[in-house]
């Protein structure tokens, strides 16, 4: 007598197209949304770092992200965010995630290409859109260009109360409270920083690309190659700067005082995901699907 065979039949690998088409949803302008991705889509993908990069769009404005599930088990964007703050009412800032528990209503639009004015408030939601612009790929090379890897692409700069979507982030001077709410779209969120070492940490990615100790040089410190394409893209104090020498990105987590606490990547390969930064400076945000 011949047996069945009742073993289960094998998961078929899994892209983020097929996650999003088992999950019922559909395309906008030719691409998934950013806001439809969800915790059973991420952790359905079978694919991981540059196998699995696939490019989303932001509902909100209708701006593209290439995204990759890496190798701590999150879904990541892979360029910086480049959001537009607006005030006039065409963007809602709310969400029925627990990002943003109620509606945001911003007091101050992003600065627009050519703005310099900065007044390094911690407590104004401020942003500064840079323009086109992108880092060139070589570390210590500080001269943006106007083409290049989108990847590195500069993106905008945000403010600690402008990246956790906030008018008075006043309240917030203990070191590590944290915020559960960010500019990133709905469903997705900011890593944490500060001493968090769990999933959804800055800390916990780079532990899987060889970082094992605070404030120590990755094994392999070309994290702004493949997978995690870190920017170079340095920061906006009034004027763009440290540009091809630090990747600066924003967490939720108050660092005390006026400060936060931030990944902060440099071009000696030195890393430290618990960077505590004044909140008013703008650095670049990278967002992470909801876990």
């Known amino acids: 007598m011949v047996h069945p065979n009742t073993a289960p039949a094998p998961t078929p690998p899994?892209?983020?197209?097929?996650?999003?088409?088992?999950?019922?949803?559909?395309?906008?302008?030719?691409?998934?949304?950013?806001?439809?991705?969800?915790s059973t889509i991420c952790s359905a993908v079978t694919f991981v770092d540059d196998e699995s990069e696939t490019t989303l769009i932001d509902s909100r404005d209708n701006k593209t992200y290439t995204v990759s599930k890496l190798k701590d088990g999150n879904c990541w964007m892979t360029q910086n965010l480049d959001h537009d703050i607006k005030?006039?009412?065409?963007?809602?800032?709310?969400?029925?995630?627990?990002?943003?528990?109620?509606?945001?209503?911003?007091?101050?639009?992003?600065?627009?290409?050519?703005?310099?004015?900065?007044?390094?408030s911690e407590t104004t939601p401020e942003s500064y859109d840079p323009g086109t612009l992108y880092w060139s790929g070589t570390p210590g090379d500080d001269t943006p260009v106007s083409t290049g890897n989108s990847h590195y692409h500069l993106g905008n700069y945000y403010n600690w109360t402008a990246a956790v979507a906030m008018n008075d982030s006043s309240s917030y001077t203990t070191q590590?409270?944290?915020?559960?709410?960010?500019?990133?779209?709905?469903?997705?969120?900011?890593?944490?920083?500060?001493?968090?070492?769990?999933?959804?940490?800055?800390?916990?990615?780079?532990?899987?690309?060889?970082w094992d100790s605070e404030e120590q040089t990755m094994a392999d410190p070309n994290i702004w190659n493949s997978p995690i394409k870190t920017s170079l893209s340095g920061g906006w104090n009034g004027l763009l700067g440290n540009v091809g020498s630090a990747g600066l990105f924003r967490s939720p987590m108050a660092g005390g005082g006026h400060n936060s606490f931030n990944l902060?990547?440099?071009?000696?390969?030195?890393?430290?995901?618990?960077?505590?930064?004044?909140?008013?400076i703008g650095l670049s945000v990278r967002c992470l699907a909801r876990w």
């Open 264 to 280: 902060g990547a440099y071009s000696d390969g030195y890393v430290d995901p618990d960077y505590n930064l004044h909140s008013g």
């Open 87 to 120: 005030t006039d009412g065409s963007v809602t800032y709310n969400s029925t995630t627990t990002d943003i528990a109620a509606t945001w209503t911003p007091s101050t639009a992003t600065y627009p290409t050519g703005t310099t004015t900065w007044n390094g």
């Open 176 to 210: 590590y409270q944290d915020v559960n709410q960010s500019i990133c779209p709905a469903n997705w969120t900011l890593p944490k920083g500060g001493n968090v070492t769990t999933s959804g940490s800055f800390q916990y990615l780079v532990t899987q690309y060889g």
């Open 14 to 38: 899994m892209t983020f197209d097929d996650a999003y088409a088992k999950a019922g949803k559909q395309k906008v302008a030719g691409y998934y949304a950013m806001q439809d991705m969800s």
